[in-house]
């Protein structure tokens, strides 16, 4: 079956550090691959997205690249700020069949920038 | 911006009491999920429906959950009786449908808290 597995955390950083949240995935097929984050009392909302091999997502400064040799879709910044204190999800979705858009995702990685 | 609508925002209750929660898609979209997502952990499928028809609920607890979505709008989830181990966020998401339309928007979910 599917599954996704991010990196350990919590992650704490200063502002204007270099962020890395790592993810690795199993799955059958081709999978779409996402980054959600969610703000402390709130849902979750898309950050970014590919859909095939070599693609790179991005969205207000933050870029993963889907890697199929290393089944990695690891989450990158290079200057966080204190507003990008969040909990960090990653996961997969299959295209086609009944269950098309079921998410799949991995246990989440909280992270707190200090000024 | 179009939202997903959820209530209530947070419900306490005392195990073996029943609870109930309600969602309101995105106009126009067909397809519609509730996740769970317990403290600490990535959300978890529940039920997910195409317009009215559930097309999977594989890790709906059928024993004590029921999910409906009678006219192919709103929903319910539905828990009775609850237990301890249902304290989590449920949180509702949906989208158009059909292969490729796999992003999908959350509302802002409903924190249960069973005492």
């Known amino acids: 079956g599917n599954s996704v597995t991010q990196m350990e955390g919590p992650v704490t950083l200063s502002e204007e550090a270099f962020l890395t949240i790592n993810c690795t995935y199993t799955a059958t097929g081709y999978p779409s691959l996402f980054w959600y984050v969610q703000y402390p009392g709130e849902g979750l909302q898309l950050l970014l997205k590919a859909t095939k091999a070599d693609d790179k997502g991005s969205n207000k400064g933050f870029e993963a690249t889907y890697r199929k040799e290393t089944t990695s879709f690891h989450l990158e910044k290079g200057s966080v700020q204190v507003s990008d204190s969040a909990v960090y999800f990653c996961?997969?979705?299959?295209?086609?069949?009944?269950?098309?858009?079921?998410?799949?995702f991995g246990q989440g990685t909280i992270l707190t920038v200090h000024p | 911006e179009a939202e997903v609508a959820q209530s209530p925002r947070y419900k306490i209750t005392e195990k073996s009491q029943a609870v109930a929660f309600w969602c309101d898609p995105i106009s126009g979209h067909a397809t519609l999920y509730w996740y769970r997502q317990i403290l600490g952990q990535g959300p978890e499928l529940l039920v997910q429906f195409q317009d009215e028809s559930v097309v999977d609920d594989s890790q709906l607890p059928k024993d004590r959950f029921s999910a409906e979505r009678l006219k192919g709008v709103d929903s319910t989830l539905k828990i009775q009786p609850a237990e301890l181990g249902d304290s989590a966020m449920y949180l509702c998401?949906?989208?158009?449908?059909?292969?490729?339309?796999?992003?999908?928007?959350f509302g802002a979910g409903s924190r249960l808290t069973v005492l």
């Open positions: 996961a997969l979705s299959n295209a086609g069949g009944t269950s098309y858009g079921k998410l799949t």
């Open positions: 998401a949906s989208t158009f449908g059909g292969a490729g339309a796999n992003v999908l928007t």
